[in-house]
Nanobody, 118 residues
Framework: VQLVESGGGLVQPGGSLRLSCVAS????????MSWHRQGPGQQREMVAR???????SYADSVKGRFTISRDSANNTVHLQMNSLKPEDTAIYYC?????????????WGQGTQVTVSS
């Protein structure tokens, strides 16, 4: 599967950004898509996840500020980020869980930079 992110950039604290990820080329159905981020000197962490049944989960640090949504017909997932803080600065990666006949597979996007700074 190929995952291509877009929508990153520089935004002031309190501002908003909308990230998008388009999945293509998968031989297997996508079970879930999620966003992860890795800040400077930090480990990669899951930010938000949505399954094909609509089950959603968020990291505590973004609850109430970020919203994940999915357009299954177009294999696209969005992350609406509001009330951004400097600590949200990171590279944001799209991730897909794929269900195969024998188990699971996955894929990562190349990442998009989000910088929150005045």
């Amino acid at each position: 599967v190929q995952l291509v992110e877009s929508g990153g950039g520089l935004v002031q604290p309190g501002g908003s950004l909308r990230l998008s990820c388009v999945a293509s080329g998968s031989r297997f159905p996508i079970y879930a898509m999620s966003w992860h981020r890795q800040g400077p000197g930090q480990q990669r962490e899951m930010v938000a996840r949505i399954t094909n049944s609509g089950s959603i989960s968020y990291a505590d640090s973004v609850k109430g500020r970020f919203t994940i949504s999915r357009d299954s017909a177009n294999n696209t997932v969005h992350l609406q980020m509001n009330s951004l803080k400097p600590e949200d600065t990171a590279i944001y990666y799209c991730y897909a869980d794929l269900k195969t006949p024998t188990g699971w597979a996955d894929g990562w996007g190349q990442g998009t930079q989000v910088t929150v700074s005045s």
